[in-house]
């Protein structure tokens, strides 16, 4: 599996996105839109970004009941995405569902991950909030193991717990890695993060990195630093 950095397109409407995107000239970045850019402009900028050239990440963090995530799925298994994502939290029956409402007719079907604990969420958030008083690096392997069980292609993990996903779910289990940032930007909402060199060491499969990209005064040259970084 190719590693690759995933830019996080959090835009507000499709002229921003485009202009965004067209300061790429060479390169095509793999680029996730969430839930900002989806809701704001719907299904059309799937096909808009997708007939540009550009792979895509539909982060839309599923999470409800199977029958619904099921029938949320089939419906994205049409469009021209290549990584969707659920939130492991939504249980194993519901991930279940997810890869089989996501599987097309003739058995392929977009990379599908589940979102372990969000990378704003730290151990004091999770115990106060969700009652969940066990160490974080716990509960995000317990969640990848779940994942894998359910069949589903990784997770996405803080870099910090990437080596330990591989570990226990195996190398070929993807880790799909926000909370990226140079090392002398501030981290802002960011809890677990680590530079695009450090996700390199720690074994991450993507990096997804948005604000250290998108607010970057050249975009482009921040753009080639994180696949340096990273790639090599
Ligand atoms: O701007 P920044 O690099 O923090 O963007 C990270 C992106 O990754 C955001 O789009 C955020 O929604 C997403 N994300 C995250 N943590 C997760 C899952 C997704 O930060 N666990």
Known sequence: MGK??????DFSNKEEVIGFLSKFKEE???????MELFYGEGPEIVKIISSMGHKIFL???????????YKAMRVLSAWPIDMVNVHAAGTLPMMEAALQGLTRHDG????????????STDRERMKSDILI?????????HYARCAKKAGLDGVV??????????DACGKEFLTVTPGVRFAENDAGDQKRVTSPAM???????YIVVGRPV??????????RRCIREFIG
């Open 214 to 223: 998108t607010l970057a005064e050249d975009p482009l040259e921040a753009y």
């Open 157 to 166: 993990c803080s870099p910090l717990e990437a080596g330990m996903v591989h």
């Open 199 to 205: 996700a390199r060491v720690l074994g991450s499969d």
């Open 108 to 119: 392929t079907r977009p990379l599908l991950v589940a979102v372990t604990q969000l990378t």
């Open 133 to 141: 008083d066990r160490p974080m690096e716990e509960v995000v392997i």
């Open 4 to 9: 690759d950095v995933i830019v996080a397109c």
């Open 59 to 69: 982060d839309l963090k599923l999470h409800d009941i199977p029958n619904t995530v």
């Open 28 to 34: 095509k970045p793999f680029v996730k839109i969430g």
